[in-house]
């Protein structure tokens, strides 16, 4: 497997969705006895869904990119993926699977992120031209869901076409292509591994970029070991906030696609790559921080950010004339940092949470604070953008945007001076994404 990541090519930039799709397109018309191309759903704005299906295996492998649209390396992925198995009969013969490669399962979405594809690649540049939807617009999120008080069947066009794909093809494996922000690596499986761990832990270190040792993603999520967790289910995250005196309905939606494939007893996985890493990652030495009071000052930076965020979108409600994608995501997210600071105040207090904080922790938390202010403020300056861009030029969405601009600046100033943050290359990112699917999927051929 090593010598088939040596063919990932250097790349400057991430691509679009019209790139992807014509890659696919180009692939179909070049291959015709290989690969097949077809349209399998519809997005809300009318763009098609495309998958290209390749080889002839007794198995079938799902490989879908774009499921959240601010996450693009899998466009380049499913890209060189494709083009590998079309040219080389013996890597789709000793693959054993039929595979189902689909470009973006949010092309809409993806179209609000391609102002940052091209770079520069600081995090003040990727906020500024970030997207992602409101939790019930987001297609990883959206699959039904039934549990104790929560109930959710308002599935998208997107998920359904992913949902259609899954029952037609019952796949051994599938992954759909996510990616992080800062840090390091780590990797969610649907089931235990051991096996499949090692291998996947040791991928990143091939290319320089270190393992995730800090904060997991969610309180609730179950780690196997370093840098391998379960994947996320919402019957957990739900148990979780009833445990800690939250309302688990302000927090969930719908279910995702790893809990969909239990029924057929797929394997899914998936690998969490970061665009920007530094040695704090996987550094497990203690600080002199109590973990304690590392989660109760993310927490009150948090409700800062929250408070001015809420506070902004408060003053200008009644004005805004647009019910543009960033006007419905601030309205969504801007609230959960509120309820997100109260959970870690919850559990600050626990008597586990007595103990060091490890370098890595204190990063991870530096780095998810920098993530919500500049993802969530960055969206909500598009939103009052728009306004302005439509003739809306009222005096508190003029007062707001430039108080807003000043608090963003101070953050991204922090965000780009905290740490020692360094680029990864896109073909190391590419090269790690492409071989987690080539393990992945072997591992569960035989199994």
């Known amino acids: 497997m090593l010598d088939e990541l040596d063919t990932v090519p250097d790349h400057d930039r991430f691509a679009t969705v019209d790139e992807v799709h014509q890659t696919l397109t180009t692939l179909a018309r ?65 693959s054993g699977y039929t595979w189902h490669i689909v470009g973006c399962l949010d092309p809409d979405g993806t179209r609000l992120n391609e102002g940052w594809f091209a770079g520069p690649f600081t995090k003040t540049h990727y906020g500024r031209h970030f997207y992602r939807p409101a939790g019930h617009e987001q297609v990883e999120w959206t699959f039904p869901f039934s549990y104790k008080r929560a109930y959710f069947d308002r599935v998208l066009p997107e998920t359904l076409a992913l949902m259609r794909l899954i029952d037609d093809t019952r796949p051994a494996f599938l992954t759909t292509l996510h990616n992080g922000e800062a840090g390091g690596v780590f990797y969610y499986l649907s089931r235990p591994e051991p096996d499949l761990h090692a291998v996947l832990k040791a991928l990143p270190g091939r290319y320089g970029v270190p393992l995730h040792a800090g904060e997991p993603e969610h309180p609730s999520v179950r780690r196997f070991e370093e840098a391998v967790f379960l994947s996320p289910n919402m019957e957990d995250a739900y148990d979780y906030y009833e445990r800690v005196g939250q309302n688990p309905i302000d927090h969930i939606a719908g279910a995702a696609s790893d809990s969909y494939i239990r029924r057929y007893g797929t394997l899914g996985m998936t690998a969490e790559l970061p665009y920007w890493t530094d040695a704090a990652a996987d550094d497990t030495t203690p600080t002199g921080t109590l973990y304690r009071d590392l989660i109760r000052d993310h927490a009150a930076r948090l409700r800062d950010a929250s408070a001015l965020l809420s506070q902004t979108l408060t003053a200008v409600a009644a004005d805004l004339v647009t019910t543009s994608p960033f006007v419905r995501a601030s309205r969504s997210f801007i609230p959960m940092l509120g309820l997100m600071a109260a959970v870690d105040e919850r559990r600050a207090g626990a008597a586990e949470n007595v103990r060091p904080a490890t370098v890595a922790e204190v990063a991870s938390c530096r780095d998810n604070l920098n993530s919500a202010r500049l993802r969530f403020g960055g969206m909500l300056l598009r939103a009052l953008e728009g306004e302005l861009a439509v003739g809306n030029t009222t005096a508190a969405i003029r007062a707001h945007y430039r ?33 987690a699917i080539l393990a992945g999927a072997a591992h569960a051929n035989r199994s």
């Open 30 to 94: 070049h291959h015709p006895g290989t690969a097949t191309l077809r349209r399998i759903g519809t997005s809300r704005l009318g763009d098609p869904l495309l998958c290209l299906t390749v080889g002839d295996g007794p198995r079938h492998a799902i490989v879908a990119a774009g499921p959240h649209p601010n996450e693009p390396i899998g466009g380049l992925t499913v890209s060189h993926l494709a083009a590998r198995l079309c040219a080389d009969a013996a890597l789709r013969r000793s």
């Open 403 to 435: 108080e807003l601009c000043a608090a963003y600046a101070k953050w991204c100033e922090e965000a780009e001076s905290g740490g020692s943050d360094r680029t990864i290359p896109i073909r190391h990112l590419v090269a790690i994404q492409y071989g």
